[in-house]
């Protein structure tokens, strides 16, 4: 019997990145029964691809395409979206909080998802680009028009 092979890193980029990924998932979905599942489908996934992703600048993106791709993909069957999930109440009072999950609601899928990635994540928007797997200018576009669009819902300033 043949000892197997180390698994170079994943176990320890699985503690790492599976939380990041929940996180993600979450803040896009806040449906938390499914964000799980998605999850660790995704790192499933990467567990089998290992062998090329661990090699990748920034393993950690590949995988978030893969769930946002999955969660797309469990959206479109069950014929809804979930809502967003929770802003910590420690930054806002809880009617605004209600505000804004209400208002990200209303917005076009890849503008919420650009709008939360970078404002409840604090992903940059190269990072942002590399997970959505779009162009710089295009997640640029979609945090403007998003921006915009949270305003008018919110009945804010165009400023």
């Given at each position: ?17 599976l939380?990041v990924v929940?996180k993600?998932?979450?803040?896009l979905s806040?449906d ?5 599942d998605?999850?660790?489908d995704?790192?499933v996934?990467a567990r ?7 090699a990748?600048d920034k393993?950690e ?5 893969v ?12 014929g ?11 930054v806002?009072p ?8 209400s ?8 503008h ?7 404002h409840?994540l604090?992903y ?17 576009t979609?945090l ?7 305003r008018r819902?919110?009945?804010?300033s165009?400023?």
């Open positions: 019997m043949s000892t197997p092979e180390p698994d170079l890193g994943f176990a320890e980029f699985f503690r790492g990145c939380p929940t993600t998932l979450t803040a806040g938390t029964r499914v964000v799980e998605i999850a660790q995704a790192m996934i089998h691809r290992w062998n090329d992703i661990h990748y393993p993106a590949w995988v978030l395409k769930a946002i791709r999955l969660m797309r993909r469990w959206q479109q069957r069950y809804h979206e979930t809502p967003l999930a929770e802003v910590p109440e420690v806002q809880v009617h605004e909080v209600e505000a804004l999950h208002a990200l609601r209303e917005l076009s899928p890849r919420r998802e650009t709008v939360a990635l970078h409840l604090g940059s928007v190269s990072e942002i680009a590399a997970v959505l797997m779009v162009g710089e200018s295009t997640v640029r979609h403007t028009r998003g921006r915009a669009e949270l819902i919110l009945g804010g165009d400023e």
